[in-house]
């Protein structure tokens, strides 16, 4: 029980920092009036978001967190989309009446197509996921709901009584107003470099999981986890050496929060009731060095002071985590795949969004497996790191979108452009957007990294990665890979007319 009051905590303080953090970033780039109607929508839909997750009497777990950090960001990518959106149509000339008015109903686009996507995933992992998973889904799919209401909804209800009182109301401040406007960068010019630097990234996490492999926990390779406090500093090697002892075989012991978490499939086989009093006995008699002279074996096992939590996860439930997971990742990438093919009637598209969400997984696999041993914190794999994980599709495949909708749009206005110029036009007309999100669900999660406490502090450092991950993969690898496929078809089909001429 302390152990998780600690950790409800540490989570709601950092959440609590996030949010402020973000709240003051909205108001810091988009003006005081403008970001506040924001900051209201972000405020109501928190309490949205809480209501409905109460009324249905949900539990809220840690991938349940993640679902709410996800909509936050999602949340705020809303708002940012019709904020950049009436920027633009303000530089255009038009009035500021007209500017919101245009600006909500360009933005309508980009907003459904990214938020479906996610919805889609979510329904996925609804239907199929258990546990924690099911958590994070319901959370997530909830949260998109909510997000869409006040994101759209209420803010233009705020904007339309604004109006009518006073026309005064701005989008952008001193700092921000300049941001981003006119650059040329050249995406699509510098693709193959980066083609090459996600590819040598790949290359070392698959050299790094083949020989090193990944920090698999409980939920998946089967085993018990027992959280144990001692009133007393100890070295955790230490304690694995006396466990070691006492088992017969070494045990994975490490820091965890003021504590220290010991993981061991000794006797996991085992079904025999008396199993779980035969192992704690042995454990306590490891642990003796560590422990007061006067702590009994029966105060050991029954207390609350040393064993504060222990979990076990069968060899077969194991393997039906692992399957499990197996297939609503593949299935999400799949439903992202199709719903992208459909919406945007070209294949292109389709694989564009496939290669950099198999692209992102890759990169943060491939550095957990790296990184582990090498970080201050544990980056074990459990049913927690599944939800980051798709955490991170969901991140991706938003900001994916987005630049998607702006080359959808750019062609259609432009036929007889060159597609290079569209894409990086869309890539560049895109990125205060990029940015803005960006930023603000880092610093949310950046903010839960430091502050949340060593419990979830490999979860959120999946989430972080992420972030960089997808921003990036959206930029350098989605929109390239589309440009190439596209350049390869047309090239094809002029062919094609050449020799019938």
């Not at 009436?86 to 309508?108: C, H, M, P, Q, V």
């Not at 919805?119 to 949260?143: C, Q, Y």
């Not at 759209?152 to 701005?170: C, F």
């Not at 950046?446 to 060593?454: N, Y």
Request: hydrophobic residues 50%; aromatic residues 12%; charged residues 20%.
């Amino acid at each position: 029980p302390s152990l998780g009051a600690k950790s409800v905590r540490d989570g709601l303080n950092s959440f609590m920092i996030a949010f402020v953090v973000v709240l003051a970033y909205m108001l810091f780039y988009y003006s005081r009036r403008a970001g506040m109607v924001a900051d209201i929508a972000l405020i109501a839909n928190m309490f949205f978001l809480m209501g409905v997750l109460a009324s249905l009497q949900a539990v809220l777990t840690l991938p349940g967190i993640a679902g709410i950090v996800l909509t936050i960001g999602m949340s705020v990518d809303a708002n940012v989309l019709i904020y950049e959106r009436i920027r633009e149509e303000l530089s255009a000339g038009k009035n500021l009446k007209t500017a919101i008015k245009d600006g909500y109903r360009n933005a309508y686009s980009a907003i459904f197509d990214a938020q479906i996507t996610t919805f889609l995933t979510g329904l996925i992992l609804f239907f199929f996921g258990t546990g924690p998973i099911k958590g994070f889904a319901t959370t997530l799919v909830i949260g998109i709901l909510t997000s869409l209401f006040s994101a759209i909804i209420l803010t233009r209800l705020m904007y339309e009584r604004m109006l009518d009182k006073s026309g005064n109301i701005t989008f952008d401040t001193k700092i921000s107003r300049g941001a981003f406007k006119n650059t040329k960068i050249d995406f699509l010019g510098k693709r193959k470099i980066f083609y090459v630097i996600s590819g040598l990234i790949i290359l070392g996490g698959v050299a790094s999981l083949t020989t090193k492999g990944l920090n698999l926990g409980v939920d998946f390779s089967g085993g018990r986890n027992y959280v144990i406090a001692f009133n007393q500093e100890v070295e955790t090697s230490d304690v694995q050496d006396q466990l070691e002892a006492a088992f017969g075989v070494a045990p994975t012991v490490i820091t965890y929060g003021p504590n220290v978490r010991v993981a061991t499939k000794y006797m996991i086989d085992d079904d025999r009731p008396e199993v779980d009093s035969i192992i704690k006995a042995q454990m306590f008699e490891g642990l003796q060095p560590f422990l007061d002279d006067d702590v009994t074996l029966d105060e050991f096992i029954n207390g609350q002071e040393y064993i504060m939590s222990s979990h076990k996860v069968g060899p077969t439930i194991a393997d039906d985590i692992k399957r499990t997971a197996v297939i609503v990742i593949f299935a999400s990438l799949l439903i992202i795949f199709l719903y992208i093919l459909a919406r945007f009637r070209n294949w292109q598209f389709g694989l564009g969004a496939l290669a950099a969400l198999v692209h992102d997984v890759m990169i943060v696999i491939g550095l957990f497996s790296l990184l582990h041993g090498v970080m201050p914190f544990s980056l074990e794999l459990d049913q927690s790191f599944i939800a980051a994980i798709l955490t991170v599709v969901g991140y991706s495949i938003n900001d994916t979108v987005v630049v998607f909708d702006r080359i959808r749009e750019y062609v259609g206005l432009q036929k007889k452009r060159e597609r290079r110029d569209i894409f990086n036009t869309a890539l560049n007309s895109t990125l205060s957007r990029t940015f803005s999100t960006s930023m603000s669900t880092f610093f949310v999660l950046l903010a839960i990294f430091i502050f949340g406490g060593d419990v979830i502090r490999g979860f959120t450092f999946a989430l972080l990665l992420g972030v960089i991950v997808g921003t990036y993969s959206s930029l350098f690898i989605a929109t390239p890979v589309v440009y190439d496929t596209v350049r390869g078809d047309e090239t094809t089909r002029v062919l094609k007319g050449a020799v019938r001429k």
